[in-house]
């Protein structure tokens, strides 16, 4: 089924508001994982795209896209296929303007096989990281890869492993109870101020009473009526703007719950460049 999506453009000078929304992550690419020594290339390349699938869903890389990566080779002519060099990795990493890229090659031990990943900064053009792991076999290598990815991470002073499913299920149980609470507060601050308009309006008919009254006792009675109202709605106001206040401020809240819980889920994305904040949202 092919899903819609509302993208918004703002396109504002932001020198500050890139570092700030990826601080502390690296820009890095992924080019083609070569096989070397017997591998089957068909399990190198599904091995790269399992590398590649959980730098992203560690959440502590900013991964280069894939094919606008290739489409960026493509435009000047480069392949990247049998790139097992840093000085090839450099060359790439500065077209697509990445911090590291990283290339890897799967070779065959025996009944094993070792994947090798060599992380390389654009800029100096050194190995930062190698990293190793032995396969038993391609349906058990997700445990590898992912220790891959979090060797490279620890070298690499990345922040920790984001748990996207736990941060998912924070954000939708706060969404949830700010909601519940937002429609308690506000129906409490709306019924609230009701009754003060009750009392305050039973005032106003004393009063008209009070102007009335034809003896000095039964003015004294209604005035105590009066001002006793009065004081009551006044309470139940201040009480009800209070509530109708941390309402609003609930609810605010619960929308950026919201707009988390839509954001592990996927359905909001956003790239910011030194000039523009692109945020995407599929519905």
């Known amino acids: ?41 068909a399990d190198t390349e599904a091995l ?3 590398f590649r699938s959980e730098l992203v869903q560690s959440r502590r890389f900013n991964v280069l896209d894939r094919a606008n990566m290739d489409t960026v080779l493509k435009e000047q002519a480069f392949q990247q296929t049998g790139c097992t060099e840093s000085a ?23 009944s094993m096989a070792l994947l090798t990943v060599n992380v390389v900064n654009v800029e100096s053009g050194e190995i930062a990281v190698t990293a190793k792991e032995k396969i038993k076999n391609i349906e058990q290598a997700e445990q590898p890869v992912r220790a891959l990815v979090d060797t490279i991470a620890a070298q690499l002073k990345m922040p920790d492993r984001i748990d996207i499913s736990q941060k998912r299920d924070e954000a939708f149980s706060g969404m949830l109870i700010k909601g519940i609470s937002s429609g308690v507060l506000l129906a409490g601050g709306v019924t609230t101020w009701l009754v003060g308009d009750a009392y305050y309006n039973g005032a106003a ?6 102007n009335a009254a034809t003896t000095s006792s039964s003015a004294e009675n ?21 509530a109708l206040v941390l309402g609003g401020a609930m609810l605010a809240w619960g929308v950026i719950d919201f707009f988390f819980w839509k954001g592990y889920n996927d359905q909001i994305t956003a790239s910011v460049t030194p000039t523009s904040v692109n945020v995407c949202y599929k519905f």
Request: aromatic share 6%; glycine share 12%.
């Open 1 to 41: 089924m092919m899903m819609a999506g509302l993208c918004l453009l703002s396109a504002l000078a932001i020198p500050l508001g890139a570092a700030s929304v990826t601080a502390g992550k690296k820009r890095v690419g992924v080019l083609s994982f070569t096989a070397m020594s017997g591998a089957a290339a």
């Open 88 to 110: 090839c990795a450099v060359k790439i990493g500065k077209l697509v303007n990445v911090e590291y890229m990283m290339f890897g090659t799967l070779s065959k031990l025996g």
């Open 48 to 50: 790269g795209e399992m």
């Open 222 to 242: 209604l005035h105590g009526l009066i001002v006793s109202q009065g004081d009551l709605a006044d309470m139940l106001y201040l009480v009800s703007e209070s």
């Open 205 to 210: 008919l004393k009063l008209n009473e009070y």
